[in-house]
């Protein structure tokens, strides 16, 4: 079997990059001898029968309550700090020389500098290099993303096409639109869609409220994931509030570039007077719970994000509809697999209004054979068979 490297900085941080390297794990430790390098100072919970190599780098100083204190340049602060981090983890990685010519080497998360380290160093050793580009951002007004972002060009424009095999993306429409801002060849450009699998399955709606002391009565909306800036929270609250059916919104997820504090004040706000708050790292099985017991996915994600989510994804599991703002691959996806609805960002009060028709015509069973499609297509098992197709197939470039 060929030698599977995954350098992953962001695994011992738990969420949803976790839970994809475990399930990548568990699908392909027949086809590949996969080895880990884990950004940690401690143990954490490995994937089983994989090689896990620990790199002394402490992940926790990039915790988010520790940002929180710099208010709106909390996310800035945080980046910044990743930069230096995720330099030192790269070039302890390449420091251990147990990469070597014509294994297949996965890059998952990285920044420009760490991407220039690995670039440099992986050319000289000429493994089979891989990319995965899970976040895009293709259009922006924030000129310090602008400035990163040309940075990552160069790197990549400079160094990428002599170094990978190829890039994995989440979606058609990154595919499509990946080409206009990289200079790579679009036939080493591969699309997996965001597969997610979690311990727990779904479980009767009905049951799942009695163990969240929920009523059955009750219209609820789902917001799960990270509390971030780019998510646009504050349309969830103030969409939640305006739509006239009142339902009860479901908000789980642990505190990132916003803080329970600043949420608290914008439910405040908007004279939000349903809801249920859980701000904490959630258990697996209390996701199932709150995917089981709700009604629609709610996801007012900004309009320049082009990528993938896991929340969305998961959801799939669930076959939890879900309404997303209409734009890159999320609104795509939505809207191309027919499993809920699509916000327009350019009109007041759409995502409202998008709750108030989805309630209005109980659409929930409507979309129910869409995702049991979906979710047999895009499942890992599928998920799996490409990956040994692209990292078994590809040629190194020697």
Same mark, same amino acid.
């Given at each position: 079997?060929?030698?599977?490297?995954?350098?992953?900085?962001?695994?011992?941080?738990?969420?949803?990059?976790?839970?994809?390297?475990?399930?990548?794990?568990?699908?392909?430790?027949?086809?590949?001898?996969?080895?880990?390098?884990?950004?940690?100072?401690?143990?954490?919970?490995?994937?089983?029968?994989?090689?896990?190599?620990?790199?002394?780098?402490?992940?926790?100083?990039?915790?988010?309550?520790?940002?929180?204190?710099?208010?709106?340049?909390?996310?800035?602060?945080?980046?910044?700090?990743?930069?230096?981090?995720?330099?030192?983890?790269?070039?302890?990685?390449?420091?251990?020389?147990?990469?070597?010519?014509?294994?297949?080497?996965?890059?998952?998360?990285?920044?420009?500098?760490?991407?220039?380290?690995?670039?440099?160093?992986?050319?000289?050793?000429?493994?089979?290099?891989?990319?995965?580009?899970?976040?895009?951002?293709?259009?922006?007004?924030?000129?310090?993303?602008?400035?990163?972002?040309?940075?990552?060009?160069?790197?990549?424009?400079?160094?990428?096409?002599?170094?990978?095999?190829?890039?994995?993306?989440?979606?058609?429409?990154?595919? %499509?639109?990946?080409?206009?801002?990289?200079?790579?060849?679009? +036939?080493?450009?591969?699309?997996?869609?965001?597969?997610?699998?979690?311990?727990?399955?779904?479980?009767?709606?009905?049951?799942?409220?009695?163990?969240?002391?929920?009523?059955?009565?009750?219209?609820?909306?789902?917001?799960?994931?990270?509390?971030?800036?780019?998510?646009?929270?504050?349309?969830?609250?103030?969409?939640?509030?305006?739509?006239?059916?009142?339902?009860?919104?479901?908000?789980?997820?642990?505190?990132?570039?916003?803080?329970?504090?600043?949420?608290?004040?914008?439910?405040?706000?908007?004279?939000?007077?349903?809801?249920?708050?859980?701000?904490?790292?959630?258990?697996?099985? +209390?996701?199932?719970?709150?995917?089981?017991?709700?009604?629609?996915?709610?996801?007012?994600?900004?309009? %320049?994000?082009?990528?993938?989510?896991?929340?969305?994804?998961?959801?799939?599991?669930?076959?939890?509809?879900?309404?997303?703002?209409?734009?890159?691959?999320?609104?795509?996806?939505? +809207?191309?697999?027919?499993?809920?609805?699509?916000?327009?960002?350019?009109?007041?009060?759409?995502?409202?209004?998008?709750?108030?028709?989805?309630?209005?015509?109980?659409?929930?069973?409507?979309?129910?054979?869409?995702?049991?499609?979906?979710? %047999?297509?895009?499942?890992?098992?599928?998920?799996?068979?490409?990956?040994?197709?692209?990292?078994?197939?590809?040629?190194?470039?020697?």
């Amino acid at each position: 079997m060929k030698n599977l490297h995954l350098i992953v900085f962001a695994y011992a941080d738990r969420g949803h990059t976790k839970e994809y390297v475990t399930n990548f794990c568990t699908h392909l430790q027949d086809k590949f001898n996969i080895t880990i390098y884990i950004a940690s100072t401690k143990p954490v919970e490995e994937p089983k029968n994989v090689e896990c190599v620990y790199i002394d780098t402490d992940i926790t100083k990039l915790k988010a309550e520790k940002f929180l204190k710099y208010g709106k340049l909390s996310n800035l602060a945080k980046n910044i700090a990743k930069q230096g981090l995720i330099v030192k983890y790269c070039r302890k990685v390449l420091s251990l020389k147990k990469i070597h010519k014509n294994d297949v080497v996965y890059i998952m998360d990285y920044t420009a500098p760490s991407l220039y380290v690995l670039f440099k160093g992986l050319s000289k050793i000429k493994p089979k290099v891989f990319l995965w580009i899970h976040s895009a951002r293709f259009k922006s007004t924030d000129i310090i993303y602008s400035i990163y972002k040309k940075a990552v060009q160069a790197v990549f424009n400079v160094y990428g096409s002599k170094t990978l095999a190829g890039i994995v993306v989440n979606g058609d429409y990154i595919k %499509e639109k990946l080409p206009e801002h990289l200079s790579f060849d679009p +036939k080493k450009i591969h699309i997996i869609q965001y597969p997610s699998e979690i311990g727990y399955s779904k479980i009767d709606k009905k049951l799942a409220r009695e163990r969240l002391d929920l009523a059955l009565s009750e219209d609820i909306v789902l917001f799960f994931g990270g509390l971030r800036t780019d998510k646009n929270i504050e349309e969830v609250v103030k969409s939640t509030s305006n739509a006239k059916n009142k339902p009860l919104l479901i908000v789980a997820g642990s505190e990132s570039t916003v803080s329970k504090q600043q949420l608290l004040e914008w439910l405040k706000k908007h004279n939000h007077q349903n809801y249920f708050l859980d701000i904490s790292y959630v258990s697996e099985e +209390k996701m199932a719970l709150y995917y089981s017991a709700s009604d629609v996915l709610l996801l007012t994600y900004g309009a %320049e994000s082009a990528s993938q989510s896991g929340p969305l994804s998961l959801a799939r599991e669930f076959l939890l509809p879900a309404i997303v703002t209409d734009t890159g691959e999320i609104g795509y996806y939505i +809207k191309s697999n027919a499993i809920g609805l699509v916000s327009s960002p350019s009109l007041e009060n759409d995502f409202a209004k998008k709750i108030e028709s989805f309630f209005d015509k109980s659409l929930s069973e409507k979309f129910r054979p869409a995702l049991n499609k979906a979710k %047999e297509k895009f499942s890992w098992d599928n998920a799996a068979k490409k990956y040994e197709t692209i990292f078994g197939n590809s040629n190194s470039l020697n």
